[in-house]
C-alpha cells in the first residue's frame, strides 16, 4: 500500500512536471555528495581513467591524479558524455519502502541513461529477505535487474521490485502507453531492467 501511495504521488508529479534527464546537464567532474549532484556541480574535477566495465552495468574509474587509485566513494560521476552513480549512495537514497535490497558488492558505479525523460539505471538488486530466508540459492534464484528512476521532486531513487510494480507506475503515470511486457525467448529474452528500459522509452512515442 505504501509503494502504490508513492507510484501515485509520482503520478501527481509527473502531470506536473516533465523530466527529461540528460548526461549534459552534469559536467564533467567529480559529484562528491548527492547536494553535488542534484546542484549538478562537481566538487572536483581531477584527471580520470576512461570508465571501465567488463558487463555494461558495473563501472568503474582510477584516479590518474592519485596514483591511478581507484575512486571509491564519490556519489556520481560525469566524464563528460556520461554520467554514473555509485551503486552504494543510490541504495542509501532509495525510497523508504525500496529498502532491504543488496547488490552485488564492490565498489562501482551504474551508468545513468535517459529513459521516456527519466534518469533510469539498473543493476542486479536481490531482496535480503529472499537471501535470508532462502539462503544462497533463492537468491541467486531472484537475481536479476531492476530499473530504478530519480523522482527529482522527493529527491530519492524509485527501485521497480518486479514487473507488476512496474505496470502499475506506468498505468498511473503514462496510460496512454501500450505496454510490451514479454520476456522474449533464447538469445532475445530480456530480465526486468531491460523490459522496464524498453517500456520506458515508448513514453516519449506515445
Do not use: C
Not at 508513492?6 to 512536471?17: P, R
Not at 528512476?149 to 522527493?154: L, S, T
Not at 521497480?160 to 501500450?178: D, L, Q, S
Request: proline residues 2%.
Amino acid at each position: 500500500m505504501k509503494k502504490l501511495i508513492t507510484l501515485l504521488s509520482l503520478a501527481a508529479f509527473a502531470l506536473g512536471f516533465s523530466q527529461n534527464f540528460s548526461p549534459d546537464q552534469y559536467p564533467k567532474g567529480v559529484y562528491e555528495t548527492y547536494e553535488d549532484f542534484r546542484a549538478k556541480t562537481p566538487t572536483s574535477t581531477p584527471n580520470l581513467s576512461n570508465a571501465m566495465t567488463d558487463d555494461q552495468i558495473a563501472f568503474r574509474f582510477n584516479n590518474l591524479d592519485d596514483k591511478g587509485k581507484k575512486l571509491k566513494k564519490a556519489f556520481a560521476i560525469s566524464d563528460g558524455t556520461g554520467l554514473y552513480i555509485h551503486v552504494v549512495n543510490l541504495i542509501k537514497k532509495f525510497n523508504s519502502e525500496d529498502k532491504g535490497q543488496g547488490y552485488d558488492g564492490g565498489i562501482y558505479y551504474l551508468k545513468a541513461e535517459n529513459k521516456g525523460g527519466y534518469l533510469f539505471v539498473r543493476d542486479y538488486f536481490t531482496s535480503n529477505s529472499a537471501a535470508m530466508w532462502g539462503g544462497i540459492i533463492a537468491a541467486a534464484a531472484a537475481r536479476r535487474t531492476k530499473g530504478v528512476i530519480y523522482d527529482v521532486e522527493k529527491e530519492s531513487f524509485n527501485l521497480f521490485k518486479n514487473i507488476e510494480e512496474f505496470k502499475t507506475f506506468m498505468e498511473v503515470n503514462h496510460p496512454n502507453v501500450v505496454l510490451d511486457l514479454e520476456k522474449g525467448k533464447g538469445d532475445a529474452k530480456l530480465d526486468e531492467g531491460e523490459i522496464e528500459a524498453k517500456n520506458l522509452e515508448l513514453i516519449t512515442k506515445a
